[in-house]
């Protein structure tokens, strides 16, 4: 009987952890959709010029992306982890600079004094929405 049970649970696990939607695969599935929510949300901080807010959800965006893409654990993650990523699945040394360098921007933008961020939210946003789908490409 406890074998029949034991067969009975690995068979069961089997089934279930296919058809499992829940978890780390659903977030890799959905990852684009996550990222471009936010990017929605950032299109509404700029048409409220609400500066620190965009280039806050801009950022989020990417690591969120960046996180529930590759499988990274929120407290792992960094420019040096991304580099490591990128290589390992052989994504493009350009795109993996680019991503980068959106990073570094949105720092940059979200503690520098305000000068000019309104010509600039609306390019960041654009670049933003090209490397994510510049990595989804990459990786089919």
């Avoid at 991503?99 to 503690?111: G, P, T």
């Amino acid at each position: 009987m406890p074998i029949l049970l034991l067969i009975f649970l690995w068979i069961y696990n089997k089934i279930v952890g296919k058809t499992d939607t829940s978890g780390i695969e659903w977030k890799n599935r959905k990852a684009n959709k996550i990222a471009l929510k936010r990017l929605k949300t950032a299109q509404i901080c700029i048409n409220s010029n609400d500066f620190d807010s965009f280039f806050e959800e801009i950022e989020k965006s990417l690591w969120g992306y960046f996180a529930d893409k590759f499988k990274v654990e929120s407290a792992d993650l960094s420019k040096e982890t991304v580099s490591t990523f990128f290589k390992s699945t052989n994504i493009d040394n350009n795109i993996e600079i680019k991503f980068i360098n959106l990073l570094d921007e949105c720092e940059f933008a979200r503690y520098a004094p305000e000068s000019n961020k309104n010509a600039q939210m609306d390019t960041v946003l654009t670049k933003a929405k090209n490397i994510i789908i510049e990595v989804e490409t990459a990786l089919k």
